[in-house]
Protein backbone atom coordinates (compact mmCIF):
# COMPACT_ATOMS: atom_id res chain seq x y z
CA UNK A 1 0.00 0.00 0.00
CA UNK A 2 1.09 3.81 -0.31
CA UNK A 3 1.61 3.90 3.45
CA UNK A 4 1.85 1.33 6.79
CA UNK A 5 -2.04 0.63 7.74
CA UNK A 6 -2.88 -0.16 11.07
CA UNK A 7 -6.13 -1.81 12.29
CA UNK A 8 -7.78 -1.20 14.78
CA UNK A 9 -7.56 2.68 15.40
CA UNK A 10 -8.65 2.29 18.47
CA UNK A 11 -9.51 -0.30 20.52
CA UNK A 12 -11.26 0.10 24.34
CA UNK A 13 -10.91 -3.86 26.32
CA UNK A 14 -11.44 -4.46 29.69
CA UNK A 15 -8.60 -6.01 32.11
CA UNK A 16 -7.22 -9.33 31.27
CA UNK A 17 -8.70 -9.58 28.12
CA UNK A 18 -6.74 -10.84 24.48
CA UNK A 19 -5.58 -8.24 21.52
CA UNK A 20 -4.77 -8.28 18.55
CA UNK A 21 -3.29 -5.35 16.76
CA UNK A 22 -2.53 -5.59 13.01
CA UNK A 23 -0.23 -3.42 10.75
CA UNK A 24 0.31 -3.79 6.77
CA UNK A 25 3.76 -1.88 5.85
CA UNK A 26 4.57 -0.58 2.60
CA UNK A 27 4.97 -3.10 -0.02
CA UNK A 28 8.17 -4.33 -0.67
CA UNK A 29 9.48 -3.21 2.99
CA UNK A 30 11.26 -6.08 4.54
CA UNK A 31 11.84 -4.49 7.88
CA UNK A 32 9.02 -4.02 10.29
CA UNK A 33 8.98 -2.40 13.58
CA UNK A 34 6.37 -2.29 16.85
CA UNK A 35 6.97 0.51 19.31
CA UNK A 36 4.18 1.80 22.13
CA UNK A 37 4.03 5.97 23.11
CA UNK A 38 2.48 6.35 26.16
CA UNK A 39 1.15 9.77 26.80
CA UNK A 40 3.88 12.31 26.79
CA UNK A 41 6.66 10.08 25.74
CA UNK A 42 8.34 9.03 22.87
CA UNK A 43 8.07 5.96 20.77
CA UNK A 44 9.83 3.04 22.94
CA UNK A 45 11.23 0.00 21.05
CA UNK A 46 9.47 -2.83 21.32
CA UNK A 47 10.57 -5.61 18.18
CA UNK A 48 12.15 -5.78 15.09
CA UNK A 49 11.53 -8.02 12.13
CA UNK A 50 13.39 -8.81 9.01
CA UNK A 51 11.18 -10.33 6.45
CA UNK A 52 9.61 -13.53 9.04
CA UNK A 53 12.07 -13.55 11.44
CA UNK A 54 12.41 -11.20 14.57
CA UNK A 55 15.55 -9.94 14.52
CA UNK A 56 15.42 -7.76 17.91
CA UNK A 57 13.08 -8.21 20.30
CA UNK A 58 14.64 -7.12 23.22
CA UNK A 59 12.16 -4.60 24.09
CA UNK A 60 8.98 -6.91 24.06
CA UNK A 61 8.18 -5.24 28.05
CA UNK A 62 7.20 -9.16 29.43
CA UNK A 63 5.66 -12.99 27.46
CA UNK A 64 2.33 -11.55 27.48
CA UNK A 65 3.74 -9.14 24.55
CA UNK A 66 4.28 -11.64 21.39
CA UNK A 67 4.37 -10.63 17.81
CA UNK A 68 4.32 -12.44 14.35
CA UNK A 69 5.14 -11.99 10.84
CA UNK A 70 4.50 -15.22 8.82
CA UNK A 71 5.04 -14.24 5.31
CA UNK A 72 7.46 -11.58 5.77
CA UNK A 73 4.46 -8.52 5.43
CA UNK A 74 1.31 -8.00 7.51
CA UNK A 75 2.92 -8.16 11.29
CA UNK A 76 0.34 -8.54 14.23
CA UNK A 77 1.11 -7.81 17.54
CA UNK A 78 -0.63 -9.90 20.18
CA UNK A 79 -1.09 -9.08 24.02
CA UNK A 80 -2.53 -11.60 26.50
CA UNK A 81 -4.33 -10.88 29.94
CA UNK A 82 -4.33 -7.00 29.34
CA UNK A 83 -3.19 -5.01 32.05
CA UNK A 84 -4.32 -0.82 32.83
CA UNK A 85 -0.49 -0.20 32.05
CA UNK A 86 -0.28 -1.56 28.66
CA UNK A 87 -3.22 1.41 27.38
CA UNK A 88 -0.72 3.18 25.05
CA UNK A 89 -0.55 3.84 21.22
CA UNK A 90 0.81 1.07 19.80
CA UNK A 91 3.26 2.13 16.16
CA UNK A 92 4.13 0.26 13.28
CA UNK A 93 6.79 1.49 11.06
CA UNK A 94 8.61 0.04 7.89
CA UNK A 95 12.08 0.69 6.15
CA UNK A 96 13.11 -0.38 2.97
CA UNK A 97 16.05 -1.12 3.33
CA UNK A 98 19.42 -2.26 4.89
CA UNK A 99 22.29 -1.78 6.98
CA UNK A 100 23.54 0.76 4.96
CA UNK A 101 22.15 3.23 2.45
CA UNK A 102 20.46 6.41 1.62
CA UNK A 103 16.92 4.31 2.60
CA UNK A 104 19.09 3.16 6.25
CA UNK A 105 16.78 3.11 9.14
CA UNK A 106 14.38 5.50 7.81
CA UNK A 107 11.18 4.30 9.04
CA UNK A 108 7.77 5.18 8.35
CA UNK A 109 5.32 5.20 10.10
CA UNK A 110 1.78 4.28 10.41
CA UNK A 111 -1.05 6.58 12.41
CA UNK A 112 -0.89 3.85 15.58
CA UNK A 113 -3.58 1.69 17.39
CA UNK A 114 -5.06 3.43 20.47
CA UNK A 115 -5.36 0.70 22.67
CA UNK A 116 -6.92 1.37 26.16
CA UNK A 117 -7.45 -0.88 29.06
CA UNK A 118 -10.07 -0.44 31.63
CA UNK B 1 23.43 2.17 26.02
CA UNK B 2 21.82 4.19 23.87
CA UNK B 3 20.22 7.66 25.05
CA UNK B 4 18.66 10.96 23.57
CA UNK B 5 17.98 13.71 25.62
CA UNK B 6 15.54 16.75 24.56
CA UNK B 7 15.52 18.58 27.87
CA UNK B 8 12.85 21.22 26.61
CA UNK B 9 9.51 20.02 27.03
CA UNK B 10 7.27 22.72 25.74
CA UNK B 11 8.06 25.64 23.84
CA UNK B 12 5.24 28.46 22.93
CA UNK B 13 6.74 31.18 20.26
CA UNK B 14 4.82 33.41 17.80
CA UNK B 15 4.57 33.17 14.63
CA UNK B 16 7.55 34.48 12.73
CA UNK B 17 9.52 33.78 15.54
CA UNK B 18 12.90 31.60 15.27
CA UNK B 19 13.13 28.53 17.05
CA UNK B 20 15.59 25.97 18.03
CA UNK B 21 15.01 22.85 19.49
CA UNK B 22 17.76 21.03 21.27
CA UNK B 23 18.65 17.29 21.34
CA UNK B 24 21.74 15.90 22.99
CA UNK B 25 22.56 11.96 22.86
CA UNK B 26 24.48 9.37 24.23
CA UNK B 27 26.13 6.32 22.44
CA UNK B 28 29.26 4.16 22.25
CA UNK B 29 29.27 3.89 18.91
CA UNK B 30 31.82 5.06 16.31
CA UNK B 31 28.76 5.20 13.60
CA UNK B 32 25.09 5.99 14.29
CA UNK B 33 22.49 7.63 12.73
CA UNK B 34 20.78 10.55 13.89
CA UNK B 35 17.30 11.63 12.96
CA UNK B 36 14.76 14.40 13.78
CA UNK B 37 10.57 13.16 13.38
CA UNK B 38 7.85 15.62 13.54
CA UNK B 39 4.41 14.23 15.60
CA UNK B 40 1.32 16.44 14.26
CA UNK B 41 -2.13 16.63 16.51
CA UNK B 42 -3.30 13.89 13.80
CA UNK B 43 -0.42 11.07 15.50
CA UNK B 44 1.93 10.07 12.36
CA UNK B 45 5.18 10.20 12.80
CA UNK B 46 6.90 12.02 9.54
CA UNK B 47 10.17 11.73 9.12
CA UNK B 48 11.89 14.72 8.77
CA UNK B 49 16.15 14.49 8.56
CA UNK B 50 18.37 11.69 9.11
CA UNK B 51 22.03 12.23 9.31
CA UNK B 52 25.32 9.94 9.52
CA UNK B 53 27.70 10.42 12.40
CA UNK B 54 30.63 10.97 9.55
CA UNK B 55 28.89 13.93 8.29
CA UNK B 56 28.42 16.97 10.67
CA UNK B 57 28.04 19.08 7.77
CA UNK B 58 24.77 21.16 8.90
CA UNK B 59 22.15 21.33 6.54
CA UNK B 60 19.08 23.52 5.48
CA UNK B 61 16.40 22.68 3.85
CA UNK B 62 13.59 25.48 3.17
CA UNK B 63 12.88 27.12 6.64
CA UNK B 64 14.49 24.15 8.37
CA UNK B 65 17.92 23.80 9.92
CA UNK B 66 20.34 20.96 11.43
CA UNK B 67 23.40 21.54 13.49
CA UNK B 68 25.41 18.80 14.19
CA UNK B 69 28.16 19.08 16.81
CA UNK B 70 29.45 15.51 17.09
CA UNK B 71 32.07 17.39 20.12
CA UNK B 72 29.34 17.98 22.54
CA UNK B 73 27.02 15.22 21.31
CA UNK B 74 24.03 17.23 19.98
CA UNK B 75 21.84 17.57 16.90
CA UNK B 76 19.63 20.83 17.08
CA UNK B 77 17.21 21.36 15.20
CA UNK B 78 16.03 25.11 14.12
CA UNK B 79 12.88 26.29 12.35
CA UNK B 80 13.28 30.15 10.47
CA UNK B 81 10.35 31.91 10.71
CA UNK B 82 7.99 29.41 12.43
CA UNK B 83 4.37 29.32 11.31
CA UNK B 84 1.16 27.96 13.13
CA UNK B 85 1.57 24.94 11.04
CA UNK B 86 4.75 23.76 12.52
CA UNK B 87 2.97 22.99 15.65
CA UNK B 88 3.63 19.89 16.35
CA UNK B 89 5.62 17.02 19.06
CA UNK B 90 9.48 16.97 17.82
CA UNK B 91 10.96 14.08 18.10
CA UNK B 92 14.81 13.55 18.37
CA UNK B 93 16.27 9.51 17.66
CA UNK B 94 19.42 7.99 17.31
CA UNK B 95 20.23 4.92 15.64
CA UNK B 96 23.16 2.44 15.59
CA UNK B 97 24.54 2.17 11.91
CA UNK B 98 26.51 -1.01 11.70
CA UNK B 99 25.64 -3.48 14.14
CA UNK B 100 22.91 -5.23 13.92
CA UNK B 101 20.47 -3.14 16.64
CA UNK B 102 18.30 -0.84 14.15
CA UNK B 103 15.67 0.35 16.46
CA UNK B 104 15.54 3.91 17.24
CA UNK B 105 15.78 5.43 20.37
CA UNK B 106 13.75 8.78 20.51
CA UNK B 107 14.27 11.59 22.93
CA UNK B 108 11.02 12.63 25.16
CA UNK B 109 9.47 15.04 22.60
CA UNK B 110 9.60 18.48 22.29
CA UNK B 111 6.28 19.87 22.08
CA UNK B 112 6.20 23.15 20.10
CA UNK B 113 3.49 25.79 19.65
CA UNK B 114 3.52 28.60 17.20
CA UNK B 115 0.66 30.86 18.33
CA UNK B 116 -0.87 33.60 15.42
Known amino acids: GAGVSQTPSNKVTEKGKYVELRCDPISGHTALYWYRQSLGQGPEFLIY????????DSGLPNDRFFAVRPEGSVSTLKIQRTERGDSAVYLC????????????????FGAGSRLTVL | AQKVTQAQTEISVVEKEDVTLDCVYE???????LFWYKQPPSGELVFLIRRNSFDEQNEISGRYSWNFQKSTSSFNFTITASQVVDSAVYFC?????????????FGSGTRLQVQP
Open chain 2, 93 to 105: ALSEALTGRRALT
Open chain 2, 27 to 33: TRDTTYY
Open chain 1, 93 to 108: ASSSSGRTGSGANVLT
Open chain 1, 49 to 56: FQGTGAAD
